[in-house]
């Protein structure tokens, strides 16, 4: 079954700290990575791809297929991180489907 | 670049009454995806339409429903409303050919089924 599981609700950090968003993924095959971000009262938007492989923001996630996670990353969390953080799986194929985690919160305390 | 837009964003409607939602990508995009929101399921992927056609469906009953028109625009039907259809509906396009695999979002149709 394809499944994205992000095992917490609310991760809550004081500004400066580093900062580890996880995601585990069940896919017989290779998936597309994806992480999702919604700022508050604003849109759904992408932050990153596991095959672009960039740091957005400051964030980066890699792909460990042996793990079969990608867990989202920050050294060094800031106020404006604050927002809820969704990751999905796409299939192959060039598929528009998406799989999406249940979101984490992420608070970043001043 | 204008966005992804939803109409209407909200919607208050019975049981028993149908719905149905609207969806502009962003131009040049010919895939528009719909989902759905909910605080109990999070977000649920309801189907896929590129060229007029589906092309994928989710885990969700015939009372849901959706159409492509040539200009790439989406409709999404929802007949014979039950309380549990309360949520916000997302759409999301993309380019398909010629570009990364990103689905851009609109802001939802938020419906209440009372």
């Known amino acids: 079954a394809q499944r994205v599981t992000q095992p917490e609700k609310l991760l809550s950090v004081f500004k400066g700290a580093p900062v580890e968003l996880k995601c585990n993924y069940s896919?017989?095959?290779?998936?597309?990575l994806f992480w999702y971000v919604q700022y508050s009262r604003q849109r759904l938007q992408l932050l990153l791809r596991?095959?672009s492989r960039e740091s957005i923001k400051g964030f980066t996630a890699d792909l460990n297929k042996g793990e079969t996670s990608f867990h989202l990353k920050k050294p060094f969390a800031q106020e404006e991180d604050s927002a809820m953080y969704y990751c999905?799986?796409?299939?192959?194929?060039?598929?528009?489907?998406?799989?999406f985690g249940q979101g984490t919160t992420l608070q970043v305390k001043p | 670049k204008a966005g992804v837009t939803q109409t209407p964003r909200y919607l208050i409607k019975t049981r028993g009454q149908q719905v149905t939602l609207s969806c502009s990508p962003i131009?040049?995009?010919?895939?528009v995806s719909w989902y759905q929101q909910t605080p109990g399921q999070g977000l649920q992927f309801l189907f896929e339409y590129f060229s007029e056609t589906q092309r994928n469906k989710g885990n969700f009953p015939g009372r849901f429903s959706g159409r492509q028109f040539s200009n790439s625009r989406s409709e999404m039907n929802v007949s014979t409303l039950e309380l549990g259809d309360s949520a916000l509906y997302l759409c999301?396009?993309?380019?398909?050919?010629?570009?990364?695999?990103?689905?851009?979002f609109g802001p939802g149709t938020r419906l209440t089924v009372l």
């Open positions: 596991h095959i």
């Open positions: 999905a799986l796409s299939g192959s194929g060039n598929t528009g489907k998406l799989i």
């Open positions: 131009s040049g995009h010919r895939s």
């Open positions: 999301a396009s993309r380019r398909v050919a010629g570009g990364p695999n990103e689905q851009f």
């Open positions: 896919y017989s095959g290779s998936p597309e």
